[in-house]
């Protein structure tokens, strides 16, 4: 039997577990010793099956958004949450694998696997952040402590998570969800035995942890409608804040003409930024906000759209919404940070632009093809792919563990 245990940003987290029977064959090829060294594990001997589990804690302190790392968010999220949305891909992607899934969150939650909770309710946006944080701890807490006796690997989703492999034997894996920030990577020389895990490539090349690998986030593309025959308009969904570019996206819309759909949450520490920024230039004509955008509202925003602008001012990790947008044939505008070149293929799912004066006449002269788009998501972003990397990194850190068992 296999498990995997996980937590995705506060208060949720994911477990799964199967048989041998299903389990890939490179995940079946370690072995213990001896009954022996299975039994302190509290692990069971059937013949040729050996029971695996793995566990994975999750929370997203982002270097923009430290305010806000200790969230409630349903998983999936009903509307604003991208790393929530990336647990209920992981989860899902997993069990296609043949995993039986536990997902360790809120009572709101609707993940197709099946649901832990101690706290009943999301917390978005949040109301107390002391209280919160305090919540997150103690859910984080729990969830650790049941990992450590019924898994063999954590995998954590938060900076503060990885404290906890003082207290307890068993190997962690840290996804990495924030930019590079020279105070983490010192807090993380603390912890050399983790395992880390970048999610692009340009997120990895600032880190020096000496055990690291790089995933790629992975998109259910059955949630997503291809639109082949686009609308006279232009797109953006996130956060509104400086730092994704909701002000350059404007200036993109009134510069050519081509009118702005905006969708997305305004944090407490944005609302002066809405109110100088942003809400002047709303008129209905030009530029439109439309509050936050569940998945329906996602389908329908990004499939109709001739383009998606994403012109963010920072070294973005990876950028989920922009697997969204190509998902449904719309191309993407991007300016060049982070992980944008590793996402968006110049001249076949969008264009990357230095400047606000190109992404303008980018708009202007667009000509792709939304099958190709689509079909580009298909090849290299999907759910199956991402899974299967996490499977190979746990397999990696079992296959270890059981060489230095037996030497």
Sequence with gaps: MLSLLCRWKTY??????????SVPPEL???????????QPLGLVLHLTRVERRLAIVCWDPTIENRSDCATIIAV??????????????LAEGLQQLGLEVVVYTNRESTVKAERRWIYGHSDWPIKNPEHAFVQDLNHEAWAVHDATEHCDIIHVQSAPAITFSRFIERPIVLTLHGPHDSKLSAFYAFYPEVHYVCISGAQSKQESMPRMSTVHHGIDLTQYKLVEHKQPYLSFIGRIAPLKGTHIAIDVAQRTGIPLKIAGDVQPMYHEYFERKVKPQIDGKIVDYMGLADLQVKNELLG?????LFPIQWNEPFGLVMLEAMACG??????????VPEVVREGISGHICRSVMQMAKRAQGLNFNPLVIRQYVEDNFSIERMAKEYARV???I????DARRIA
């Design 28 to 38: 079946l090829r370690h072995r213990y010793a001896s009954v022996q060294e299975l």
């Design 304 to 308: 109709n759209s001739m383009a998606m």
């Design 12 to 21: 949720a987290w994911l477990a799964l577990t199967t048989s041998s029977a």
């Design 330 to 339: 719309t191309p993407v505008l991007a300016m060049p940070g982070g992980s």
């Design 76 to 89: 999936p999220p009903a509307d604003y949450g991208g790393t929530e949305l990336f647990l209920a891909h």
């Design 394 to 396: 746990y397999e990696d």
């Design 398 to 401: 079992l296959q270890g563990i």
